[in-house]
């Protein structure tokens, strides 16, 4: 089947959201399609689309429907036929889509760690005692208070401008950044940065990579973004996702996972926390990578066990 190729006439509309870095990924998707396919970037409309997640900034996640809040605009506007295609960061992605959509094609994944960001330098152990923190993450959070309950953590939303301006103004000592976000931005030179190790802080599931969702009967679109997936990629995604998704995650559970390919085989890393960080339950499997999402739901499955009852605010309602 031949596909029909976007013309600056009628362009492949990319919808996204208008922040700096998620416009940034969505220019690395019209470069990468336009440079397999040999066409001029005006064959690829970028349309921003402002989503609730983004208006809100003064409330937790949790406390105004969670992490479809930075989808649900975009994916109305993909039913409706107002765009073709949706560019997003994965860790913000619930994990299931609505009907008649599908994500089926990511590029390649950036650095997954997170940076410690502080106006003084440093890295989280140097940061004084009863010292104020601020994140927006209820993993970071977590993982922070396991590591040093002393500190304070604040509510810390916003892009990565707001997050930088909330520092200068004295808010908080330290945050945490995707060293991902960090790159795609090209702001690694000019803002001061310790990167953590994963097995410090083990990442968000997903972190580093960009989902192309699609209308799940739009074929010429399926075929067209099929070019620019990256197999690795999505490897990973599909053991890190089961595992999100046999817990139920969303933004209101603390859930950290990675996986790493070696050769033929995948090493899954997975971990849970109390909300508050006094107790994180870790553990890993090995396997051959076409079991991934065995691996995730088999790997959940054991931490559920030794976690119990009441281990997750969620089942304590």
Not at 98 to 124: H, K, N, Q, W
Not at 179 to 197: E, K, N, Q, V, W
Request: glycine letters at 10%; hydrophobic letters at 45%; one cysteine or more.
């Amino acid at each position: 089947m031949t596909t029909t190729l976007p013309t600056p006439a009628k362009p492949l509309k990319i919808g996204t959201r208008g922040s700096p870095l998620a416009l940034a990924q969505a220019h690395e998707t019209r470069e990468r399609l336009s440079a397999v396919f040999d066409l001029p970037p005006e064959a690829f409309e970028i349309v921003i689309i402002v989503t609730t997640g983004d208006r809100v900034q003064d409330r937790a996640l949790k406390d105004i429907g969670g992490k479809g809040l930075f989808t649900r605009e975009i994916e109305e506007a993909m039913l409706s036929g107002g765009i073709d295609i949706a560019v997003h960061s994965m860790k913000d992605m619930p994990v299931l889509q609505p009907a008649g959509l599908i994500i089926d094609c990511y590029l390649p994944r950036e650095d997954v760690r997170d940076a410690f960001i502080s106006i003084g330098g440093g890295d989280m152990e140097a940061l004084a005692q009863g010292a104020t923190v601020g994140t927006s993450s209820l993993r970071r959070r977590s993982q922070l208070l396991y590591r040093r309950p002393d500190l304070h953590v604040v509510e810390f939303r916003g892009n990565v401008q707001t997050r930088l301006r909330k520092l200068s103004d004295g808010v908080a000592a330290a945050t945490f950044l995707a060293m991902a976000g960090l790159r795609r931005l090209g702001r690694t030179g000019d803002i001061p940065h310790t990167p953590i190790s994963v097995d410090a802080m083990l990442p968000a599931v997903a972190q580093g990579a960009i989902g192309i969702e699609r209308r799940a009967d739009d074929m010429r679109v399926a075929a067209m973004i099929e070019a620019i997936h990256d197999i690795p990629t999505g490897q990973r995604l599909a053991g890190e996702r089961a595992f999100l998704a046999a817990l139920d995650g969303s933004c209101e559970t603390p859930i950290a996972s990675l996986a790493e390919l070696d050769g033929g085989s995948m090493r899954l890393r997975g971990e849970i926390l109390r909300t508050d960080g006094s107790e994180c339950l870790a553990d890993e499997t090995s396997g051959a990578i076409e079991d991934a999402a065995e691996m995730g739901r088999a790997l959940a499955a054991g931490l559920l066990v030794r976690a119990g009852e009441g281990f997750f605010d969620w089942h304590q309602a």
